[in-house]
Every structure is written in C-alpha cells, then in structure tokens.
C-alpha cells in the first residue's frame, strides 16, 4: 500500500492551535527532573546510613552480651538506663527514632 | 525493533554527546532536551487527549520519565522516536484509564477498497484555501478520533515518516495508512457537510 500524499492545507489548518505549551516549560521541567534525581539520590544514601546505624547498634548489643559478663562493675553506670529502658520500652524506642530522624535531617541540610 | 531508516546510522552524530550530557548533569542539557523536543511531545499528547490542562500535566510527566529513565536508552532508535514512544504510552495509558482510546488494527485490509478511500478527485488543498475554510478544516481534524488525530498530525505536521510513527505508536505500517486514508476521508466528509465544498 503506498503511503498516503502529505497535505499542507492539514499542516496549515494543524498548525493553527491555539494552545501550546508555556514559554518556561523547559526551565520549569528541568528544575523540577533535577530536584526529584536529588532526593531519589539522598534517599539512596540515606537508607545507606540506616543500614550502617543499625549494624553498629547490633555489634554494640553483640558486644554488650560476649564481653558483658566478663566485666565486673565497669557498666554499673548504665544501670538506671537500663531500668528505665525496662520499664518504659516504647519511651526508649521513641527517643532513639526521634535521634535518628535529627541525625537525617541534619545530614540532608548539609549536602543541600 | 524497526531498522533501515530509524537504524543507529540515521541518528544525529550529536545525539549520543547529548545524552551522556543530560547523563552526566551537565548545567542546561536536560533544558535544551525538553526545548528541542517539547513541540513533538505536545503534538502527540494534545492532539490524543483534547484537554490542554492534562496535556500540559502529562507532558511535564513525558519529560520527567525521559530524564528517569534516560540512562536505559541504548540508541537502537532515534532519540526522537524514544521520547515520542514515552509521549505516546503516558497519553495513551490517560485515555485508557477514562476509557476514552480504542487502538484498532487493520491490518490485512483490501488495500484496492482503502486506497479508493483517498478519492484524488477531492482537492483539499483548493477546498482549504482561505482563512475561514482552513478554520472549518481544523476543526473537522478536530472532530476525528483521538488516534488518526494524532497519527494526522505527526504525519502531515510534523512530517515523520511512516516508520517513524511506527517506531513511535508500535503500530504496523499498514495500519497507520489505514488511519490516515481514513482520516483523510473522513475530512472530506466532514468539509463536506459543512458545506465548504461540493457534494
């Protein structure tokens, strides 16, 4: 089949759209494509750190339950911490998130 | 994967440079993107979904996908073609999710019945001539359906080839004519009931 002839009275009549799209439109696309790759790269980095901070926390507590009862007395000053984490869990949970997200946030404002 | 004239020979010798830019955060290259390709991302939004509200929203969405999804580009097709192909899914999937688009096929049509379609008695470019009767003409392509509308503009407009639509719409060459004989008659048609040319 051969493909049908081209027709400038089409283009002419097409080519009398009213709308189109803004005169900024690509500054205003490409600043928007920028700043979504910039937070798709934190958040890359940031779920990064978390998985560091929670390593470190479990070799902490690993550490804390191998060398714990070697030690005699050296974390008796972590007593009251301890109790209180007892008997206020979800206290203790609260605080430590709160932490983290301060230490993301601050994170974040550093490399913006 | 259409070859021969959209093959990687065909490309602009700049085209690879002009990626790896926008790839590499070059200051203005995504910009310059958006501007050199912005009008064929418009033909094919607005003339598909009508509203130039959600086409001035999904072009903005086309162009976001392209800079997300740039670094999955491979050259096999012009980056033309790609950009359209990603203009025309967003737009296409809009009208499906209103059910607004049917994409038909005609393939292994009578093409002796379809080219009689043209009617090359029927002078358009005579029945178009002034400024009032280009307005009916726009108006009339206006009125066609979401697909031949689109696949009228790209070709009559923007000038693409046939295998460029394709490479665009996954459409087959056969069908594409189709649309656009039929288009072509359905204008003739619609000039006609309007009174702007002879019966």
Not at chain 1, 83 to 112: C, D, E, H, K, Y
Not at chain 2, 47 to 66: K, S, W, Y
Request: glycine share 6%; hydrophobic share 45%.
């Amino acid at each position: 089949m051969t493909a049908p002839g081209r027709s400038a009275a089409i283009a002419k009549a097409l080519a009398m759209q009213t709308h189109e799209l803004p005169a900024n439109f690509p500054a205003e696309v490409a600043a928007l494509a920028q700043a979504r790759a910039s937070a798709r790269h934190v958040g890359l980095n940031d779920l990064a750190l978390l998985g560091a901070f929670v390593l470190m926390i479990g070799i902490c507590i690993a550490g804390w339950f191998i060398f714990e009862p070697q030690a005699s007395g050296a974390a008796e000053w972590l007593d009251p911490v301890v109790r209180a984490m007892n008997s206020q869990p979800w206290l203790a949970v609260g605080v430590a998130g709160v932490a983290i997200v301060q230490m993301l946030t601050f994170r974040r404002r550093t490399n913006t | 994967m259409h070859k021969g004239p959209l093959g990687p020979m065909n490309q602009e010798p700049d085209e690879q440079a002009r990626v790896r830019a926008v790839l590499d955060r070059k200051p203005g290259a995504f910009e310059a993107l958006v501007r050199d390709y912005q009008k064929l991302c418009w033909h094919i939004v607005f003339r598909m979904v009508g509203n130039p509200d959600d086409a001035r929203d999904l072009c903005q969405e086309t162009f976001l996908r392209v800079h997300r999804q740039l670094h999955q580009f491979r050259f096999e097709c012009p980056l033309k073609s790609w950009i359209g192909r990603v203009a025309y899914s967003i737009a296409l999937r809009h009208l499906e999710r209103r059910r607004a688009a049917r994409v038909i096929s005609f393939d292994g049509e009578d093409e002796a019945a379809l080219e009689s379609l043209a009617d090359e008695s029927f002078d358009l470019e005579a029945a178009s001539a002034d400024e009032e009767q280009a307005v009916h003409l726009r108006e009339a392509v206006d009125s066609l359906p979401a697909v031949p509308r689109m696949l009228v503009t790209l070709y009559h407009l923007e000038e693409l080839s046939i295998a460029e639509i394709a490479s665009i719409t996954s459409m087959s060459d056969g069908t594409i004519k189709s649309h656009l004989f039929r288009a072509r008659h359905s204008l003739r048609d619609s000039l006609r009931r309007r009174g702007v040319v002879e019966p």
